[in-house]
């Protein structure tokens, strides 16, 4: 399994992005998808989960500023991302926690897209 994310580039304060990380391979089902950042010096942090029954959780310093999706059938993971800010400046990461089988789970993490905002 692969997790392709696209979406990222350059934004000026108070912009807005839409990331998006779509999973190839054979997956028996989805648990959890996620995105995660990782700003220079920094340690990588959550930004927002989904579960497959679409309930969410989500970083306080996102305070209502970025919104979740997925489409299970497309096997995809969304991060609408709006009034951003410098701080947000960071590599984003998509997570998927999949099974094979229904006894077996995995996690897979994209290959990284960078977001910078930046006037």
Do not use: H
């Given at each position: ?52 029954r ?16 997925s ?5 995809t993971?969304?991060l ?38 930046s006037?």
């Open positions: 399994v692969q997790l392709v994310e696209s979406g990222g580039g350059l934004v000026q304060p108070g912009g807005s992005l839409r990331l998006s990380c779509a999973a190839t391979g054979s997956i028996f089902s989805i648990d959890v998808m996620g995105w995660y950042r990782q700003a220079p010096g920094k340690e990588r942090e959550l930004v927002a989960t989904i579960t497959n679409g309930v969410t959780n989500y970083a306080d310093f996102v305070k209502g500023r970025f919104t979740i999706s489409d299970l059938a497309k096997k993971v969304y609408q991302m709006n009034s951003l800010e410098p701080e947000d400046t960071a590599v984003y990461y998509c997570k998927l926690n999949w099974r094979p089988t229904l006894i077996s789970l995995y996690d897979t993490w994209g290959q990284g897209t960078q977001v910078t905002v006037s």
